[in-house]
């Protein structure tokens, strides 16, 4: 049984440029939460996505957007990066009828922002 | 508008001894809180959860307690051990949403 993986590790982009980040569930899970956690913060809630659809958003503007595939792999994007969408972005996934205990978290992407 | 405070962003305690870790919500409407732990270069992974039916939930070495009347929180970790060095956050969520807030963390180091 494979964990939840995600690409790329750490990633530098420009301000103003967009940024794809992705996620692959672990085996059995169709629910997939993105987080964000800045440097000297918790984890920030961003959406949520269940079945292909999004299930419920965190305080984040529009140009944040996601997809969930078939397979239930996740991506995030970012559009119109700014200096301070520059963090930690975590993905976690889990099962119908989940408990957050039963949510895993994947290793999460680096992202700068410059 | 941080609903979930970890006002200490540090602590170091001697192997063997106890552990506690502290974490306050303002939102009256949270009703299930957890603590997980993260490693360096990994996600954070669940480690004790506890509903606010309950006010205290034991597993193992470690103990959540909360204290509804003060919004208050805190995990003990008995006996530390080395291997428990790495940073706890607390977390809470009401059943009426899917939307977990985390608090800010605290960097656990336990000395050998």
């Known amino acids: 049984e494979t964990g939840v993986t995600q690409s790329p590790t750490h990633l530098i982009k420009t301000r103003g440029q967009q940024v794809t980040l992705r996620c692959s569930s672990q085996?059995?899970?169709?629910?997939v939460s993105w987080y964000q956690q800045a440097l000297g913060q918790g984890p920030q809630f961003i959406f949520q996505?269940?079945?292909?659809?999004?299930?419920g958003r965190g305080n984040f503007p529009p140009r944040f957007s996601g997809l969930q595939f078939p397979n239930y792999s996740s991506e995030l994007n970012v559009n119109a990066l700014e200096l301070d969408d520059s963090a930690l972005y975590l993905c976690a996934s889990s099962q119908p009828g989940w408990l957050a205990n039963e949510q895993y978290f994947g290793p999460g992407t680096r992202l700068t922002v410059t | 508008d941080q609903q979930v405070k970890q006002n200490s962003p540090s602590l170091s305690v001697q192997e063997g001894r106890i552990s506690i870790l502290n974490c306050d919500y303002t939102?009256?409407?949270?009703?299930?809180f957890l603590w997980y732990k993260k490693y360096p270069a990994e996600g954070p992974t669940f480690l004790i959860s506890i509903s606010s039916i309950k006010d205290k939930n034991e597993d193992g070495r470690f103990t959540v307690f909360l204290n509804k009347s003060a919004k208050h929180l805190s995990l003990h970790i008995v006996p530390s051990q080395p291997g428990d060095s790495a940073v706890y956050f607390c977390a809470a969520s009401a059943s009426t949403g899917n939307q977990f807030y985390f608090g800010t963390g605290t960097s656990l180091t336990v000395i050998p």
């Open positions: 996505y269940y079945r292909e659809e999004e299930n």
């Open positions: 085996s059995g899970h169709n629910t």
């Open positions: 939102n009256s409407m949270f009703d299930y």
